[in-house]
């Protein structure tokens, strides 16, 4: 069936750090690959998205690279801020499932 | 009002009331969905509807009852909870039939039963 295996958190970096999330799915087909963030009190919104093999998605200085073969999804951000700290969802389309989420926290 | 919205935005309810969830959305979207989200636990789905069609149901409780009256519009009525219902309770909506289906997520309702 379908699922995704998202990196356990919590990540806790310095400002400036770089960051990984590692994320791997198993899905039917090729689906739209998404990373939501939830900040604070609020819902999910969408950060990027990739809709075919080796397609980049990119906002806000994060990245990620939709790998066919390896079947991830990994976001990074070279140089994160304290504004960054939320939590991040990976989430292939169509089987409308998410990763457990990853809880980020920077400090300055 | 834009995206999409919920109310309220916090509950606090007996295991005996009876309450709704209220969810619009303001995209022109087809879908919408509700999800349940725990501490310490992935996202759930609940239910999906599609053109005001009920197309998922993932084994929730019948003490949750969705409806859907319009595209707009979308309801969790509640009654006989248990307190381990509490949690988050998210809203998003769709535009299916296009490419990435992306979904937008109201701020959703923070459920406490008592």
């Known amino acids: 069936g379908n699922s995704v295996t998202q990196m356990e958190g919590p990540v806790t970096l310095s400002e400036e750090a770089f960051l990984t999330i590692n994320c791997t799915y198993t899905?039917?087909?090729?689906?739209?690959l998404f990373w939501y963030v939830q900040y604070p009190g609020e819902g999910l919104q969408l950060l990027l998205k990739a809709t075919k093999a080796d397609d980049k998605g990119s906002n806000k200085g994060f990245e990620a690279t939709y790998r066919k073969e390896t079947t991830s999804f990994h976001l990074e951000k070279g140089s994160v801020q304290v504004s960054d700290s939320a939590v991040y969802f990976c989430a292939p389309n169509a089987a409308l499932i998410f990763g457990k989420g990853t809880t980020l926290s920077v400090s300055s | 009002e834009t995206g999409v919205t919920q109310t309220p935005r916090h509950l606090v309810m007996g295991m005996t009331n009876k309450k709704s969830l209220k969810c619009e959305q303001h995209?022109?979207?087809?879908?919408m969905y509700w999800y349940k989200q725990s501490a310490k636990k992935p996202l759930e789905l609940m239910f999906v509807y599609n053109f005001k069609e009920q197309t998922e149901n993932n084994s929730v409780p019948s003490r949750f009852s969705p409806e859907c009256p319009n595209s707009s519009h979308l309801f969790l009525h509640l009654h006989t909870l248990q307190p381990e219902d509490s949690a988050l309770y998210l809203c998003?909506?769709?535009?299916?039939?296009?490419?990435?289906?992306?979904?937008?997520f109201g701020p959703g309702t923070r459920l406490t039963v008592t």
């Open positions: 998003a909506s769709s535009q299916e039939g296009q490419g990435g289906n992306e979904q937008y």
């Open positions: 995209l022109g979207h087809n879908a």
């Open positions: 899905a039917t087909g090729y689906p739209s």
